[in-house]
């Protein structure tokens, strides 16, 4: 069993930068066979594509939204994924959520099959 658990969420003014952590506890499967993603719900809207990574680092997608802002990167080694926000806005206020998928990278949370609990980024004006 995988389980997810993200860090690095709080409170940041606009322009400012977070970075999120999702680590990796599992019993008996491997990180590496799994694409990892991210997420982000707003409140009063639906959860939304934000970025993922492949299982070994090779290749990320953003949504255009984040594009330019946003970096993310995993360890293997520590079985962690990073996401880096910068010049961050209002609108990127909301919970964040780590997702993991086997092998194959995708966009629609559908496909994930892991997902952490969500962690809180609220950007001020």
């Known amino acids: 069993q995988v389980q997810l658990v993200e860090s690095g969420g709080g409170l940041v003014q606009a322009g400012g930068s977070l970075n999120l952590s999702c680590a990796t506890v599992s019993s008996g499967r491997t990180f590496t066979r799994y694409a990892m993603g991210w997420f982000r719900q707003a409140p009063g809207k639906e959860r939304e594509f934000v970025s993922v990574i492949t299982w070994n680092g090779g290749s990320t997608v953003f949504a255009d939204s984040v594009r330019g802002r946003f970096a993310l990167s995993r360890d293997n080694d520590k079985n962690t994924v990073y996401l880096q926000m910068n010049g961050l806005e209002p609108e990127d206020t909301g919970v964040y959520y780590c997702?993991?998928?086997?092998?194959?990278?995708?966009?629609?949370?559908?496909?994930?099959?892991?997902w952490g609990q969500g962690i809180q980024v609220t950007v001020s004006s």
């Open positions: 997702a993991a998928k086997a092998w194959v990278t995708a966009q629609t949370e559908h496909e994930f099959e892991i």
